[in-house]
């Protein structure tokens, strides 16, 4: 069984910055792919970034474009999602997600495991 808990959500204001955390203790990274998602209530679960560890591949959904960053540290087990610029419909529950394809896309259904989620508010 995959566990994955993501960390670093909070309240900020926009044009501010976040900083996600995706820990996958006991997982090696190489072996899937790692996806960002986020929900708002009510909403789909919608794609957000994702990254294969193997090759380094990466994508991002057209409204982080320049603003969010993915990136993993192998040795701490932990795939990160810096969030710059941040803007009112950012505000969302995200999640990470491990795919045992290890094809980065971005939909959820390619995914096999998921975190609890951490809550990203953004505010004036």
């Known amino acids: 069984q995959v566990r994955l808990v993501e960390s670093g959500g909070g309240s900020v204001q926009p044009g501010g910055s976040l900083k996600l955390s995706c820990l996958a203790p006991?997982?090696?990274?190489?072996?899937?792919?790692i996806g960002w998602f986020r929900q708002v209530p009510g909403g789909r679960r919608e794609g957000v970034s994702c990254?294969?560890?193997?090759?380094?591949?990466?994508d991002y959904t057209d409204s982080v474009k320049d603003r969010f960053t993915i990136s993993r540290d192998k040795v701490m087990k932990t795939v990160y999602l810096q969030m710059n610029d941040l803007r009112p419909e950012d505000t969302a529950v995200y999640y990470c997600?491990?795919?045992?394809?290890?094809?980065?896309?971005?939909?959820?259904?390619?995914?096999?495991?998921w975190g609890q989620g951490t809550q990203v508010t953004v505010s004036a």
């Open positions: 990254i294969t560890t193997n090759d380094g591949r990466i």
């Open positions: 006991g997982v090696t990274l190489d072996y899937y792919a």
């Open positions: 997600a491990a795919g045992l394809q290890r094809v980065c896309v971005l939909d959820r259904n390619e995914y096999d495991y």
